[in-house]
């Protein structure tokens, strides 16, 4: 269960864009076990149980209990010398859901590459009831590069579902969304954080919709944050249309974090357990904190950034959280926490501008707070009144408000829902 409640997390790029709410979609619950029936002369016997089918994909087939790397062409280049991307998949022999991962969307982040390797090449195909199809690079040309961008230096997650006759992000989106999304039940993408900032392995899901809720609760006791997804988004474009979705955010970008990408790994086991698609090697049953709300505690002035808090640490309201000091003059500031929480992601230390995002904080609420608040939610869209987002147009824009100790009064630390585009992390 979630064992904390969800919050406001705004992602960090494009974030100050009105947040769409989700639309009410139906979904077919996973293949359920056949159960025993009494016959005619009172011998109970069990239903036949369903069989497997070979899974077409990429103009190719997958026979049941059997294990292919496919490859998918996202049209990126012209045909002479372009380079299919590598997609591996476990077919299983029982019949079961469908589930994507899909990681390095953007390029530098590399955490999410080594978690689906893992993840592909520790199952079994003829243990397994479903199918698991992993994308361990999808922005290849950007992986090569090191970069986050795609060659047209466009952010790919900015661009689904994606247009055939689009620009060429939109058109390697579509690709991907039309030819291996779109047949999956679930979808778990995988990233980091970007622009020299780090999270602590969590999930990004909208706790309003209670598919998605019911679905990050068998992750295990992987922290969770309430995000709304916004257009173009992988997961905002899933979400819609009926594939149930979430983002696992975990360490750095431009890095290999063994640790992180554990956590995360211990996460998709005990998801694969508890969607009944095998039996993990591990199995995580500790609670789950949920955050429904975050928020990103920015830098008042530019300079030296010297942090004085770790991920995952809990800060009281009044704590500094690290000080931003010019080099030349010597004057600087303190951030400080502007409420009890805990931290949830930061930037490493490094040389920032005024406004730089270099903490996130985010509160824990109940399990019992989450799952009244999806309820409302889910009311609120079925009778189609206007959720909290609706009602003032922009009560996501939080006023900015200032957190002090300053050793120059004149720089103090802001805090600022709304976020720019150069913090994004998803």
């Given amino acids: 269960m979630l064992a904390a409640g969800p919050v406001?997390?705004?992602?960090?790029?494009?974030?100050?864009?009105?947040?769409?709410?989700?639309?009410?979609?139906?979904?077919?619950?996973?293949?359920?076990?056949?159960?025993?029936?009494?016959?005619?002369?009172?011998?109970?016997?069990?239903?036949?149980?369903?069989?497997?089918?070979?899974?077409?994909?990429?103009?190719?087939?997958?026979?049941?209990?059997?294990?292919?790397?496919?490859?998918?062409?996202?049209?990126?280049?012209?045909?002479?010398?372009?380079?299919?991307?590598?997609?591996?998949?476990?077919?299983g022999t029982k019949p079961g859901p469908l589930l994507c991962l899909t990681a390095a969307i953007h390029g530098d982040e590399l955490n999410g590459i080594e978690m689906?390797?893992?993840?592909?090449?520790?199952?079994?195909?003829?243990?397994?009831?479903?199918?698991?199809?992993?994308?361990?690079?999808?922005?290849?040309?950007?992986?090569?590069?090191?970069?986050?961008?795609?060659?047209?230096?466009?952010?790919?997650?900015?661009?689904?579902?994606?247009?055939?006759?689009?620009?060429?992000?939109?058109?390697?989106?579509?690709?991907?969304?039309?030819?291996?999304?779109?047949?999956?039940?679930?979808?778990?993408?995988?990233?980091?954080?970007?622009?020299?900032?780090?999270?602590?392995?969590?999930?990004?899901?909208?706790l309003d919709n209670p598919d998605v809720v019911a679905f990050a609760k068998h992750f295990g006791g992987m922290t969770v944050l309430h995000s709304p997804g916004v257009a173009g988004m992988l997961r905002d474009a899933a979400v819609k249309d009926g594939i149930i979705s979430v983002t696992m955010e975990a360490g750095g970008p431009n890095r290999l974090e063994p640790q992180a990408v554990n956590y995360g790994l211990q996460a998709m086991e005990t998801l694969l357990e508890n969607l009944k698609m095998r039996k993990a090697s591990r199995f995580w049953s500790a609670p789950q904190p949920v955050f429904f709300e975050s928020e990103w505690i920015r830098a008042a002035q530019g300079g030296i950034l010297l942090s004085e808090?770790?991920?995952?640490?809990?800060?009281?309201?009044?704590?500094?959280?690290?000080?931003?000091t010019d080099p030349i003059s010597?004057?600087?500031?303190?951030?400080?926490?502007?409420?009890?929480?805990?931290?949830?992601?930061?930037?490493?230390?490094?040389?920032?501008?005024?406004?730089?995002?270099?903490f996130r904080i985010g509160e824990v609420k109940s399990t019992e707070e989450v799952e009244a608040q999806a309820e409302k939610a889910s009311k609120e869209k079925t009778q189609g009144h206007p959720g909290p987002e609706e009602d003032s147009g922009d009560s996501n824009e939080a006023e900015p408000h200032s957190a002090g100790h300053p050793r120059d009064s004149s720089n103090v630390a802001v805090v600022d829902a709304p976020e720019d585009p150069d913090d994004t992390t998803e």
Wanted: glycine share 6%; with cysteine; hydrophobic share 35%.
């Fill in 8 to 91: 406001l997390a705004t992602e960090v790029e494009d974030e100050e864009r009105a947040v769409e709410r989700q639309q009410e979609t139906d979904h077919p619950a996973p293949t359920k076990p056949a159960h025993a029936v009494q016959s005619e002369d009172g011998d109970v016997a069990s239903e036949p149980q369903p069989q497997q089918t070979a899974l077409a994909l990429l103009n190719r087939t997958v026979e049941p209990g059997s294990f292919a790397t496919l490859h998918w062409t996202p049209d990126q280049s012209f045909a002479s010398i372009a380079t299919p991307v590598p997609v591996l998949v476990a077919h």
């Fill in 330 to 358: 010597n004057t600087g500031s303190a951030i400080i926490a502007p409420y009890d929480g805990r931290v949830l992601g930061m930037a490493v230390n490094q040389v920032v501008h005024a406004g730089f995002a270099a």
């Fill in 309 to 324: 808090v770790k991920l995952n640490d809990k800060v009281k309201k009044g704590e500094i959280l690290g000080t931003v």
């Fill in 116 to 206: 689906v390797r893992r993840l592909m090449y520790e199952l079994e195909p003829d243990q397994l009831a479903g199918t698991v199809i992993g994308v361990p690079i999808v922005n290849l040309d950007g992986f090569r590069n090191g970069s986050r961008y795609l060659s047209d230096r466009r952010d790919l997650n900015r661009y689904f579902p994606g247009t055939r006759k689009g620009s060429a992000a939109a058109r390697v989106a579509h690709s991907l969304y039309s030819n291996i999304v779109s047949h999956c039940d679930y979808l778990v993408d995988l990233h980091t954080g970007s622009q020299k900032r780090v999270n602590l392995p969590q999930l990004r899901a909208d």
